[in-house]
């Protein structure tokens, strides 16, 4: 394809003037509001309150005379058990374990039923070309693996691609090696049982073990777990010879399945030639519901409605609003306007919609994705504007359509990736991506609609119909750059050994990292680090971003301590910390 020609050059486009702030302000507050209802309890995935947030949103769409359907895909929404029984014998002895207690099943674990397989301790489960080797010299197949969850904070381990790193990653080798089990070692107690992220079941039982269910029938396996992290040398070992150690194990897993809701709309596009091309607006709909999953707000905030006003009723009454305007607009190419389910359980609805597309995929050209776009800072207005796929001259071109007093940040750093856009994406759509910002009630029961700055969202909702139609209306369209598509990780690409629970501003601050927020129990809080406060120095590194963050935190390790120093206001403050692992 040619170079994209921004149409805001284009007289058409000089007419084409916003709606009044205050009107759109106020359909943009009746939205988030019902959205981020109590009625609605949270949205959660699975939820018939989401069910009858996306019968809202087609009786909208419907009633703007646009035609509309809800797409659905199956999402297990709960695991529990129906028959379980564990025997862990040693030598002539035997005892069962106790289920919840010492003993549990991962959500993704098959059902099994079998007596008497040998147990076989393999570190980590970790296979490192051409070095560290858990599985070398042992047998695998038909043995009930044990493995650690927790990975050695060790230079062995310490450049393990972070794909490697993954529990789920070291349990998928042990499932092609057709091990008969896998029993996951924990620092605790046993997890509970819960729907997991990532397959919905796996071919081989996954169990979680707490770390005192095994007593002396693996013998010095806490010392081989020491040895390991000690030596960075493997310290695997067999048990099938005598004094034998064997599981008989029945399990039986019962999936409740329930079918989650995509919500799609056609705006058809005027051009006789390029209606045939799709501009897609996107945001997801659903929440955390009460919490049982992925809150941060504490074990006393399950059970609350989790509202997301900000996550994300803001991004879906955006596309709402932005669907009225576009409508009215009558732009050359037709628009998308989807509402994803499934978001915050791993992109399941974006990714869902790719595979199960309503429209010709080879026919969408550019994807806009909203995805907590309602906390604007009225004093300073930035937009945090990321463009997984977009070439770099098409960001910088977006830039200039922005209204006067608006500043636009497109380097967001990691957070580029974190929402349906990277769906698009990956199906080599470039996308942009509009953000105003994690904030201290980020996935927590106080992210509330009266925190909402509508008339922020208004103005952002002017900025997002222009740039919208200046794509729906290009001659040409930017195509997609395989370089801007990788995700970028914050500091060296190493894997981060230290969690130090701090919410980021990805906003460019000449100051230093200003923080929205700290994780509760967290080393962060721990030091008194508050939303506001601007980190600008972190042990013998000065800190002038969230990269020079992630670097200083990456090269430190569980048990150092680092004095960290920080802005609040005009006042420099500093604490030493002790860093935690993370796990």
């Known amino acids: ?115 008497q397989k040998p147990l076989t301790f393999l570190g980590h489960g970790v296979r490192i070309p051409g070095g560290y080797d858990d599985l070398a010299g042992m047998e695998v197949k038909d043995r009930v693996v044990v493995i650690a969850r927790t990975l050695p904070d060790t230079e062995a381990f310490a450049h393990l691609p972070r794909g490697e790193r993954s529990l789920l990653a070291r349990i998928k080798r042990l499932e092609t090696e057709k091990a008969a089990a896998v029993l996951v070692l924990e620092d605790g107690p046993a997890r509970p049982l819960q729907r997991e992220e990532g397959p919905v079941k796996l071919d081989l039982p996954v169990l979680s073990l707490s770390a005192d269910a095994l007593g002396t029938a693996c013998g010095d396996l806490q010392a081989r777990l020491k040895a390991i992290r000690e030596t960075g040398k493997p310290a695997s ?225 002017g900025y997002g119909r222009t740039l919208a139609l200046d794509l729906a209306n290009a001659d040409t369209l930017p195509a997609f750059d395989p370089e801007t598509a990788k995700v970028v990780m914050g500091g060296n690409g190493g894997p981060m050994r230290v969690a130090f629970g701090t919410l980021p501003d990805y906003a460019d601050n000449p100051k230093g990292f200003r923080i929205n927020g700290v994780s509760r129990g967290s080393t962060a809080e721990a030091i008194g680090l508050q939303a506001g406060d601007i980190i600008i120095r972190f042990g013998d590194r000065p800190v002038k971003n969230i990269y020079d963050f992630m670097d200083a935190l990456g090269a430190h390790r569980a048990g150092d301590k680092a004095v960290v120093q920080w802005l609040r206001g005009d006042q420099t403050m500093q604490a030493e910390a002790t860093l935690k692992g993370r796990s």
């Open 1 to 115: 394809m040619g170079p994209w020609i921004p149409a805001f050059l284009a007289a058409a486009l000089v007419a084409q003037v916003p709606p009044s702030g205050s009107v759109v302000e106020t359909r943009l507050r009746r939205d988030v509001t019902f959205l981020a209802s109590p009625a609605l309890q949270g949205r959660g995935n699975g939820y018939p309150e989401l069910e009858q947030a996306a019968a809202h949103l087609l009786r909208e769409w419907k009633a703007l005379g646009l035609k509309a359907q809800v797409q659905h895909f199956p999402f297990i929404a709960k695991v529990t058990r129906e028959d379980q029984g564990a025997l862990l014998a040693h030598g002539e002895d035997a005892r069962p374990l106790v289920w919840g207690r010492d003993i549990e099943a991962f959500g993704y674990s098959s059902d099994a039923d079998f007596r």
């Open 237 to 461: 070992q067999d048990f099938i010879y005598a004094p034998w150690t064997t599981l008989t194990l029945k399990l039986k897993l019962r999936r409740e399945e329930a079918q989650v809701p995509n919500v799609v709309a056609v705006i058809p596009g005027r051009d006789p030639k390029l209606r045939k091309e799709y501009i897609v607006l996107g945001a997801h709909l659903d929440h955390l519901g009460l919490g049982e999953r992925h809150s941060l707000g504490g074990a006393e905030a399950r059970g609350q409605v989790h509202p997301g006003a900000d996550d994300n009723a803001s991004g879906t009454a955006m596309v709402l609003e932005l669907g009225r305007e576009l409508k009215k607009a009558r732009p050359r190419r037709s628009i998308l306007l989807m509402h994803f389910g499934g978001e915050e359980e791993g992109l399941l609805g974006s990714g869902y919609w790719i595979q199960h597309p309503t429209h010709q995929l080879e026919s969408v050209k550019f994807m806009l994705n909203f995805d907590m776009v309602g906390r604007l800072d009225p004093v300073a207005p930035k937009l945090m504007m990321g463009g997984l796929g977009a070439p770099k001259a098409a960001l910088e071109a977006a830039k200039k359509l922005a209204p006067e007093g608006f500043s636009i940040s497109v380097d967001v750093g990691a957070a580029v990736g974190g929402s349906d856009h990277m769906s698009f994406s990956q199906a080599k759509i470039p996308t942009f991506f509009f953000f105003t910002g994690i904030h201290g009630e980020y996935h927590r029961p106080s992210d509330t609609a009266d925190r909402i700055n509508f008339a922020g969202m208004a103005k952002l909702a």
